[in-house]
């Protein structure tokens, strides 16, 4: 063989590993969806009779509005707190110079290694020693533990490629330093915010080890799904779930689009 | 004496002339940095110091007002729990050696080949971490399951019959590697795309074989973003809890498992936060490590730096 054959040999079988990785990935959603639309009471395979009546039930179902709700509420309020703690969270990290931030960098970032259940398990007994009883909320401050790092981190992302001149020169023209965040620097970080939020939304709607510890009487729909999973298995389980990683698919998608939409203004 | 007193309130009026008005405050990064601060302090710091009080408490109290004991780390040592430990460690060394291996051709492929594919697959592997882990689990137990996708298919269409592997030990080992993937993958994209073409090209020119230039070129300048990777994954593994739950049965107890079951069945608090410590004194021992030694402003920076290199 060639030296260029070989090169094309190993190419093919690197492609063909990246194409079975993806395979990989994909294969245990697929696999849910494909359970959702069987009719029987228990999932077997080959599916002996499609059918979208699950959908139907989960639609109807009280308990499925309750849990969406719930975890509707959660989401959508740590995204909002998470984005607005990691804004200036991201100017300490990337933006400006001070004395302590190295070991902010780093503190900051730990609590993203940490294990998860035994996060929850900690918090649990922390709202419990200050008498705190646990429902949705006090799950909100749970998910923000974890979900405010990754913020900072995806917000200082944008923020390292900030050009400080910018800033400088608002000051110089008379700008307050409010208006100069308001006006300047605000925009320019803009899409990483919404990326941000995005992120908040997504890891908090999907979040299962934080929420198990810490939703008191309150059930997310990861925690039900899980209840299920172990015992008292419905088809609904696999309907919920293929119907929450599409509602996730559809956000990230809107995020995504407008992402692009406004990184091309930005550019003008 | 009088001269440095001098100095000390001349100081001031000089400052006030020469620097603008908004450097005298507190310094803004501060004072960015202070929100979350707080908040970390409050729901992060805490709750950890309340995990290490009630470790130091007598068994199953649930206050922190008692005496302070060492006998639930005694008893963690004269029990069977380093078991757990033992077993948790060996399934994260298992799955980071695994990652490894599976990870290395796909990061090589998307820091060298791919080109502007390598956009398109960075974001087809990050999706599914946007999906519930518990139901990417799920979707492992229909697939795994007898009578399911994999086994139900196999005798459908084929006529095997098949043994599932489900609440086994390779279960578990296959749920660390499906979830922890990207975890290991992306640091390692960061190390590979740090090998400048120049140096293989200059190894090959000499002579040098596919494995050698592997060897002594490629995996060492790669080294920092495979340590990486590693570290991360395998504390995310160690710590891991829903593996376990859903694909292990009860085939092996997780440390993380060890710790639920004190919190919640036990109603053990001291046992279970003084099991937390020794789990968070390891992993944080490792992660301080990983973040000391490397340089988070020139890694995360280098998305603006424009087009890999």
Known sequence: MTERQKKRVTHGLII????????????PILCVVLASFSKARYFRFPIPRYDSGWYEKAFESLTVRDLVSTSLSIALLVALVSVVLAFFGALAFARFDWRGRRIYQRLVLLPIFFPQAVLGLALLIWFSTVGIIPDWRTAVIAH????????????????????????????DLGATRWQTLKEVTLPVLWPGVVSGALFAFLLSWGNFPLSLFTTGADQTVPEWLYAKMVSGYTPLVPTLGALT???????????????VFMRRAQGR | MSSASDTMTAQPTIATQKIPRRRRLVSPGLLAALPVIIFLCVAFAAPLLAVLGYSFMPEKTFELTQAPTLENYLAIFSNSYYLSFTKSLGLALTTVVLLLVISWPIAYGMAKIF????????????????????????????????????????????????????????????????????????PMVLGVSMVPREVTEAAFDMGASRWQVFREVELPLAMPGILIGGLLTFILSLGSLAESKILGGQAVIMIADEIETAFTFGQNWPLGSALSMLLILFSGTLVLTLLNWIDLDKILGRGKGGNGD
Request: no cysteine; charged share 10%; aromatic share 18%.
């Open chain 1, 16 to 27: 063909t590993w990246t194409g079975a990785l993806l395979v990989f990935l994909y294969l």
């Open chain 1, 144 to 171: 923000l533990v974890w979900i405010v790092p990754i913020v900072t981190l995806v917000i200082s992302i944008q923020a390292y490629s900030f050009d400080p001149a910018l800033e400088e020169a608002a000051f």
């Open chain 1, 245 to 259: 990683t599409a509602s996730a698919a559809v956000v990230l998608l809107v995020g995504y689009l407008s992402w």
């Open chain 2, 115 to 186: 080109g502007r594919w390598a956009n398109f697959l960075t974001l087809a592997i990050i999706i599914p971490l946007f999906v519930s882990e518990n139901i990417r689990l799920f979707g492992w137990v229909l697939f795994l399951i007898k009578g399911g996708v994999m086994l139900g298919g196999l005798k459908a269409w084929f006529g095997i019959d098949g043994e599932s592997m489900l609440y086994e030990v390779p279960a578990i080992v296959l749920g660390l590697v499906y979830v922890y993937l990207p975890f290991a993958l992306f």
